[in-house]
Nanobody, 124 residues
Framework: QVQLVESGGGLVQAGDSLRLSCAAS????????MGWFRQAPGKEREFVAA????????YYADSVKGRFTISRDNANNMVYLQMNSLKPEDTAVYCC?????????????????WGQGTQVTVSS
């Protein structure tokens, strides 16, 4: 099991940038990948991005491709989400999650451990 703690959320204006961080602790050596998901008020949680822990392969939702960048720091068990050109529709609670198997990176049920989330609010 892995414990995950997100940070870096806040209130920004449209067009601004923000970087989210996710600190992992516990059995991080067992992780296959980590992902970022978000949930806006009244909407279902959706996939944002993922990165494999060893190879660093990245995956993105179409809605954030070209604007968001996921990265990792294996030595410090950190995953980051750099968010540029933010839009009001990016407003949501952002959570990081860990998975221990391969497959389709946007499949939520394959992520076993989840953080509490950090709020991102983008004003127009």
């Amino acid at each position: 099991q892995v414990q995950l703690v997100e940070s870096g959320g806040g209130l920004v204006q449209a067009g601004d940038s923000l970087r989210l961080s996710c600190a992992a602790s516990g059995r991080t050596s067992s992780m296959y990948a980590m992902g970022w998901f978000r949930q806006a008020p009244g909407k279902e949680r959706e996939f944002v991005a993922a990165i494999t822990w060893s190879g660093g392969n990245t995956y993105y939702a179409d809605s954030v491709k070209g604007r968001f960048t996921i990265s990792r720091d294996n030595a410090n068990n950190m995953v980051y989400l750099q968010m540029n050109s933010l839009k009001p529709e990016d407003t949501a609670v952002y959570c990081c999650a860990a998975r221990y198997i391969g497959g389709n990176m946007n499949t939520q049920y394959q992520y076993n451990d989840w953080g509490q989330g950090t709020q991102v609010t983008v004003s127009s």
